[in-house]
Structure formats: structure tokens, C-alpha cells
């Protein structure tokens, strides 16, 4: 077996993972809903904030969707929406884990790019100095160079 057979992603397996993730999402949304601060009345207005095609949630709806033993589950096209309701993406780690993906904030990746980009500009900014400080001649009568240094015999 190759090496890239044994790193390709879950997705491409033969076997699937477990996926049974229903009662954990709940669970984690419930903990969520809990520690936002927010009451669930003002988690489903600001839901129908940001899911502005869908103006129907509402709390009798969070508790029947968040409720393991209800029928009812909630929307996934309105996943998006209730992490920015609930301010953490931890719904969506609970989703994708059996995958082993876990979902990225570009931002945070895009403010991490461009601060190495500015340390990599600071070491090269040095790395110039120290170049023009080796060839700039303080005293004329001590050159860093003799002629002789380029003269091949």
C-alpha cells in the first residue's frame, strides 16, 4: 500500500465512519443555547436575522428542533444561521467530526497569512541591512576589500 493510500480522506474510504451524530448535535446546541446568553426568543429572531428567506423560526421551534425526542428537526440549510445566532461554529465540529474535517474561519486564516507575511518582510528587511551595512566602506583608507580578492592567478 502507498503512502497517499493511506492518508486519502475519510470521505473516499470504503467503510463509512460513524455518523450518527443526531443526539450529540442536539446536545451541543442545547449546551450552546445555555452559554450564548441569549433566551431562545432572541436566538430565533436573530436565526430569522440572518436566515432572511426564512422568517419562521421561533422558540416553540428551537425546543422541538433541539429535543432528541421529537420528530422534528431543524433545516440544515439553516445550520449557518444558527451558529451566528448562537456566536461558535461548535454545531458544526459536532456535524463534520466523524469526517475528521473541522470547519475554518478564513478570516482568522487570512489575519494569520498576512502576519507571517509581515514577519517574512521584517527578516528580509534585516537580512538587506546587514548586506548594505557589510558593503558600505567606512574608512577609505581601510577597505573591507582588496583588489587582490578578485585577481584569480
Same mark, same amino acid.
Given at each position: 500500500m502507498n503512502y497517499s493510500n493511506q492518508i486519502k480522506s475519510l470521505l473516499h474510504d470504503d467503510v463509512p465512519p460513524e455518523c450518527d451524530v443526531y443526539h450529540k448535535f442536539c446536545q451541543t446546541v442545547n449546551v450552546c443555547m445555555r452559554k450564548s446568553g441569549f433566551s431562545r426568543a432572541q436566538l430565533a429572531d436573530r436565526m430569522n436575522y440572518a436566515a432572511t428567506d426564512n422568517g419562521d423560526v421561533d422558540q416553540v421551534k428551537l425546543n422541538k428542533w433541539f429535543a432528541p425526542s421529537q420528530p422534528q428537526q431543524m433545516p440544515i440549510h439553516l445550520l449557518p444561521a444558527l451558529c451566528w445566532a448562537l456566536q461558535t461554529i461548535e454545531p458544526a465540529s459536532i456535524l463534520l467530526a466523524p469526517l475528521l474535517f473541522l470547519p475554518v474561519d478564513k478570516r482568522a486564516q487570512m489575519l494569520q497569512k498576512h *502576519? $507571517?507575511?509581515?514577519?517574512?518582510?521584517? *527578516?528580509?528587511?534585516?537580512?538587506q541591512q546587514s548586506i548594505l551595512s557589510q558593503l558600505t566602506v567606512s574608512d577609505p583608507?581601510?577597505?573591507? &576589500? $582588496?583588489?587582490?580578492? &578578485?585577481?584569480?592567478?
Open positions: *502576519a $507571517e507575511l509581515e514577519m517574512e518582510i521584517e *527578516a528580509k528587511k534585516k537580512s583608507q581601510n577597505p573591507q &576589500f $582588496e583588489v587582490s580578492d &578578485f585577481l584569480t592567478e
